[in-house]
């Protein structure tokens, strides 16, 4: 450690440049820690939530969302196996006037106490009330006990009335007491099942059963012969596989947010790199001295490396405490999901975790030392006899930098981007892009060879001296170039990606919302129906030509797997009104169609053609896939059925949603309040497609809300990173600029020259990163986007935008350059000679 | 003792040095001129070992390291050698006391003996007040002074001496001189400098000449 004084001093001597690497590492691992962070505390509070709700059940049964016959409870807790079973109706409902919701469980009391005990309801000592009122208070039918959180939401104490939708019914309730088990969920409320039975005209179903076994018996051997016992889309699962489910749901989109900091981190490793590259060249003499008296290769290659990892040591201890500052922001501004919609209802609580913190402090540490790692090789295989007289520049203009190995990272993209995904993330692309990156970044100085050969040596003086020193030295325009390649790259392929993603949505939502108006039974889960008396009224509403019911459910296919959504509309056998991917496939006369979304073809390997089994009404029927449509509601996969075909075979004749095309010269407005005045209680809810598209493409916006802060700060950083470079170079090239000025040029042609190499060397970095970030784009596109939420999209490049852009950065950079080399002007320029005399 | 014999090196197949000899006994101090581009610098990176002969023999105390692998060749120069250039080079970002400390840092030796050793050198360059000065706060004599407090410190066998005085005007330069002649014969290490200059050629115990057919007494 005694020659620390010696290499790490040298960080200090070059504060400017030091700062920025550090800057970029600080931002990389805050923005990444902060991701991390916010969702560590929001699928906790998820986990804590579940594990209040399932208490200590060893098992439970789950089916589709629209819940199973209750006849199975009776089955079950009959079984030797199983000690308790509590049998639970869950229904979502509204407060009348307001958007809150309220997770309404509907439980047997008697049942309760021995498998979640924290749902246990303590009713509250109100006026008026007599003693017997009192003590069979949880099963009075109009009674409800609301978590403390959801009491301090929706403004309400113990003896307080609530109105709530039942179906598109009013329903007043009254608050009788709270859950001391369970204060902290904003939105659970507990009733008696045969209440909530009653009420929400869910008479004899459930929607899960909790099953405590009896001791000394194993969940897998109960499975095992509690399976068989079970219709068709009812699974029996362990209570932790909901936890797990939510975890891989937020995975991908937290996957891809953090891989984006890390991009961040990577344009600060190149940081890094230029930063160390250009120290190491300006140093080349001092290095060579030191080689001279002693100091031995492995010794130089090393405290060049340790340059490296204390600036990324210094800025990743100081990114982990942002990271949890921001992710304290975050979580207040966005929530839990960061704005994507994963962990509405959550009040998640910010943790610090050592573990994460410590990967988070490496990754940043492994950022520096990868940055400074080919400059200190290339330091170390000088030899000192020769750099001793070398000049700075001379050494620059040696640098030829690794094309082979830049060229052989290219290609090994490619196959890259083939590679299944593994374990549900698409570590190919992932790899290809890192792969495009470096090799782009070391085939840089090819690329600035390639281009100085057609750079014409003609023109004002400072124009021939810039093609001049291009020629002879490309290595310089390389080295300034990195940081500008690496964020105009990642930059380009963000805003191709997100554009094309957020044109696609928008066509798509223009292909699914045909109609002139949209009606659905209030706005919770599964609160509202339209019986068939309201369907018809709705149909005779004055103004009305034509009217096309959707009934919504939920499948499950599998056990451990999330639940499919399931949509019965009317669709023609060709499938025209969907929005399809390829052609359809006929289906026989006397099969059912099935139009299964592209997570379905990903996940399940349907295919077109293929007959698959779902679970409908309690029973497998045989369907038939029709086609491929893109779904970008459901990442977990949807399956459309004709409705014809849905009622047949589920006899369920209800439905939620209504689209309604008007009579020729029918007031959009007027119709709309008809229709929902045919509903009597205010719970129908009318928009036109407008509205839809509008607030599905804000909540776009706000999804991707994070990604743009990313893009601004990989734009910042590279633009410092090009101001950095500049200032080496230009510091480096003080002699230079003092003979300049004796032969005669003035500062005004020094400055042109100096705006001239600056616009040369980020053109250089610009063409590179724009073409760069056409090929990321391409891999987010088909490999990444495809792999991690499952939905295809049309390539939309937005030209005008990365041109604007790619012309500001260039401006930016060439005053970069100038008010770099004015700062190096600022001395006389006899004493910048002064050395050569 | 420095022996060199019938040293021969040649670049891109163009002899630079052709049958070089010299010997040179402890606490003696020659100085080696010749004209530019007659391979001065060349011989003196070959003697540190910084480029390798392509035939010939070069001892130092009886040990020939002409075909010595890199590492023993770096661990020749950390404890044997010790150079003056004529660029100075002095770490900017280190004081006065800590560049002159470095070669012992090299060898692992720090500590408070390693900085009395300094101590102790920049005393007798002169500087001793300095010590925690800045290099940018020297002028050039100075800062060569300091230059050769550093190769000395370590009590190296030989000091190389590449143009001490090119960046320096003649009154320092006679001072540099001076303090480099005499500092190697009182701690009886041996010296070659290498320069243009006849005035500072004379500074040393004999002067030799180098011309393409080789080493002239």
New interface residues.
Partial sequence: M??A??FL??L??RRAATLLSFAAIVLGVALGMAVQAVNQAALAEFGRGLRTLSGVADLQVVGPRGGFDEALYARLAARPEVAQASPVLEVWTERIGSTDTLHVLGLDLFALGAVTPALWPQPAKLDGQSEREARFAALAENNLFLSAAAQTVLAVQPGDRLRVYAGTQPLELRVAGDLPGAAEDPQLAVMDIAAVQKHFARIGQLTRIDLRLVDGLDAQTARATLAPLLPAGVWLEAPQTAEGQAANLSRAYRVNLTLLAAMALVTGAFLVFSAQALSVVRRH??LA?L???????HQLFFWLLAEGALVGLLGSVVGVVLGHGLAFGLLKLLGGDLGAGFFAGLSPTLKFDLWASGIYVLLGVGAGVAGAWLPAREAASV???QA??ASDDSALSQRRGYPGLGLILIVASAPLCVLPPILGLPIGGYLAIFGLLTGSVLWLPMLASGLARVVPLRGPVPVRLAAARLRAAPGMSAVAATGVLASVALVAAMAIMVSSLRDSVDVWLGQILPADLYLRAGRAQSGGVLSEALQVQLTDVSGVARVQFTRHDSLRLAPGQPPVALLARPVSSDGRELPLVGSARAVAEGETAVWISEALYDLRGWRPGDHVRLPLAGSEVQVRVAGIWRDYARQTGSLMLDLADYRRLTGDRSAQDAAIWLAPGADALGVAEALKAAGGSGALEVTVPGEIRARSLRIFDRTFAVTYVLEAAAVIIGLAGVAASFAALAAARRREFGLLRHLGLTRGQIGSLLALEGSLAAGIGIFGGLTVGGAIAWILIEVVNRQSFHWSMDLHVPWVSLLVFAGTLATLASLAAVLAGRQAMREDAVLAVREDW | MLEISNLYRQFNNRPVLKAISLRLEPGEYVAITGESGVGK?TLL?VI?G??RPDRGRLALDGEDYAALG??AL??L???K???V?Q?F?I????TLR?NVT??L????Q?GPWADRQAECLLDAVGLADRAESWPRELSGGEMQRVAIARALVHSPRLVLADEPTGNLDPTNAARVLRLLGERIRTAGSMGILVTHSPDAARSADRVLQLTPEGLRG
């Fill in positions: 005694r020659l004084p010696v001093g040298s200090v001597r003499t001092e001295f080689r001279a008296i002693g100091l031995a290769r030899a000192p006899a001793l007289k | 610098s990176n540190a910084l480029n890199e590492e770096t661990r120069r950390r404890d050698l010790g150079f250039f660029a080079h770490l900017p970002h280190l800590q470095l070669p840092w090299l060898k692992g720090g």
